[in-house]
Structures are given as C-alpha cells and as structure tokens.
C-alpha cells in the first residue's frame, strides 16, 4: 500500500463568515481535484475563524478565579478567562522559575484534555485568541458533504489542533472533529505475524492520520488542509472524535 499527503495550497486568510466549503474546494479542484476515499485533515483554526469563534481580548472582562490565575501564572487575566470559559476543570496549573508565562492544563468542554483549554494566539490577529469550534463533528460533517457534493466522490474529513502528550516532549496533531473517519479500528480477534491471538489491540486511526498531516505543514505555511490518498479505511455514517477519549472511569490518572 502507498498513501500519498499534500498539503494544498493557495487558501486565503479565513474570515468569520467566508465559505470555508467553496474556498477549501476551489484549493483542491486547482490542485487537481479530489478521488474517491481521499481524507481531508483540516486545522480547526480555519474552521474556527470562519465560525466566528475568534475573540478580542480587549472585550473579555477577567473573573476573580482568572485574575488569580493570571497573577500565579504571569498570564493575561483576559486569555485566562477564555481558557476558563471553554473548560469545565483546571486538571493542574504551573510555572517554572525559568518561564515566562506558566500553563493550564484543563479539561474543555468537548472533553479533551490539552494546554490551556487549546485557546491560542498563533496564527490570529494581535490582540485576539482563536477557541475550537462549538461542535467540531458537526464541523466535519458539514465541510464533508459539501465537498463530496461538489466532487461527486466519498471523503473522509479529520479536524485537527496540535496537542501534547503526557510523559513525551513536543506536540503532534490530533483528531478533534470526524466525518466518516471512525476515531479508532479494532484489530481485537485477528492475530499478529507469529499466530498469537490480539485481544487489545485498537489503532487511532483518526490520530494517526492527523498526526501524519503534520509532517507537511508548518506553522508559517499557510497550509491548513492536507489531502491524505491512498488509505484503507471504512467509511462510517456516523462517526465522531470524541469516541476516542477514555471514559472516565477507566482513566488512571485524574
């Protein structure tokens, strides 16, 4: 098997209210167009700014919780009070003596758990942050029936942000919104190349397949959609990234 990624170019800077779908395809149609199975990865921040989900700091009036944050952390009380508003919990906060500006780690209220509630000031204007998108599966679904509408063909679509991971330095991307990508495969009842029965064994695909989209973007690209062909993978009706957070009561470390 041989997959191929190109991360498609010539997509303007989105602005709250363009039409992502038209944009991103009028891309991929001047890149040669899209085939049948092909996996759109997407990063959420050009969903979220044509979602309108950008915010002006100077609009954000910070809570006491937030300026308490802010003072402990060096941060800006008005960026806390956003990672605030997108969360249901601080996990943990730090700073080292060696940082400038320390980290909240919160669960968002998607359920995902990453730095400061995934609120970001890269690749947004001064003075504002950009939050994920409200429902980033119904994100998916959208852009991805709009353009298979408009190419004739299936395709798969995985939102993506970059998150850390615990026990590992650096980033990676990850799936946070899904379109007939299932958020994982279960290889549970097949066998390894030595016979033995796998009874655990479950691939991220949707993970993988963001993370992969990774190795041909960079931040200062301008290169938000990455085209994935030449994959093996089922399409699902229903399908949604948060199938891969880990229930509650199964996680060992909360």
């Keep these: ?31 040669g167009g899209a085939e049948d199975g092909d996996i759109l990865c997407i990063a ?13 700091l100077a609009s954000v009036s910070p809570s006491a919780e937030a300026l308490k944050y802010a003072e402990e952390l060096q941060k ?9 508003s997108q969360s249901t919990r601080v996990v943990r906060s730090w700073r080292r003596p060696e940082q400038n500006e320390g980290t909240m780690l919160c669960e968002h209220r998607l359920g995902f758990i990453s ?4 609120v970001d000031e890269s690749n947004s204007d001064a003075g504002t942050v950009i939050t994920l ?6 994100s998916a679904r959208r852009l991805g029936r709009a353009l298979e509408a408009r190419f004739g063909v299936t395709l798969g679509v995985v939102i993506t942000d970059t998150f850390g991971r ?28 030595w016979g033995r029965t796998l009874s655990v064994t479950e691939p991220a695909l949707s993970d993988e397949l963001a993370a992969a989209s990774g190795l ?10 990455v085209l994935i ?12 990234a948060r199938d891969i957070l880990r229930a509650s009561t199964e996680d060992m470390f909360r």
């Design 44 to 56: 959420h921040k050009v969903v979220s700014k044509a979602e309108g989900n950008v915010i002006d």
């Design 229 to 240: 062909r030449g994959v093996a993978w089922d399409t699902h009706d229903t399908t949604s």
């Design 115 to 118: 730095a400061n509630a995934a």
């Design 166 to 193: 615990p026990w590992r330095l650096g980033q990676v991307n990850v799936a946070i919104g899904l379109y007939r990508v299932p958020a994982k495969t279960s290889d549970v009842g097949g066998v390894d190349a």
């Design 1 to 31: 098997m041989s997959v191929t990624l190109h991360a498609i170019t010539g997509i303007p800077n989105i602005q709250p209210g363009d039409a992502l779908a038209t944009l991103l395809g009028d891309s991929i149609e001047r890149a």
């Design 76 to 84: 800006d009380p008005a960026k806390v009070e956003v990672v605030l």
């Design 133 to 138: 998108p409200d429902d980033p599966d119904a």
């Design 216 to 225: 041909v973007v960079a931040k200062a690209a301008k290169t938000p959609l």
